[in-house]
């Protein structure tokens, strides 16, 4: 099965910045929705971000603050996160999906002073 690999967690201060990247072998990476789920401490995994040709969504909880992009050319698809508040201390997985569904590992971000 192809993983896709995200980088770029780690620990970081509130109202900080973060940049998550994730990229995988996957053939014809661009017809492939690209999304960024997290699952904080006793919680469920949800969405955060999701990116395909028709646009954007966010959850709200990240709206004003996360931005999801993409490079096709790249197979990586990022998760910039601003103005990060201690709620937002997750593992972030990254999910690539289409006729396939491929995830990363996950990244932990911890948002801690």
Do not use: H
Request: charged residues 15%; glycine residues 12%.
């Amino acid at each position: 099965q192809v993983q896709l690999v995200e980088s770029g967690g780690g620990l970081v201060q509130p109202g900080g910045s973060l940049r998550l990247s994730c990229a995988g072998p996957i053939t014809f990476f661009s017809r492939y929705t690209m999304g960024w789920y997290r699952q904080a401490p006793g919680k469920q995994r949800e969405l955060v971000a999701q990116i395909n040709n028709g646009g954007t969504n966010y959850a709200d909880s990240v709206k004003g603050r996360f931005t999801i992009s993409r490079d096709n050319a790249k197979n990586t698809v990022y998760l910039q996160m601003n103005s990060l508040k201690p709620e937002d201390t997750a593992v972030y997985y990254c999910n690539a999906k289409y006729i396939y569904d491929y995830w990363g590992k996950g990244t932990l971000v911890t948002v801690s002073s």
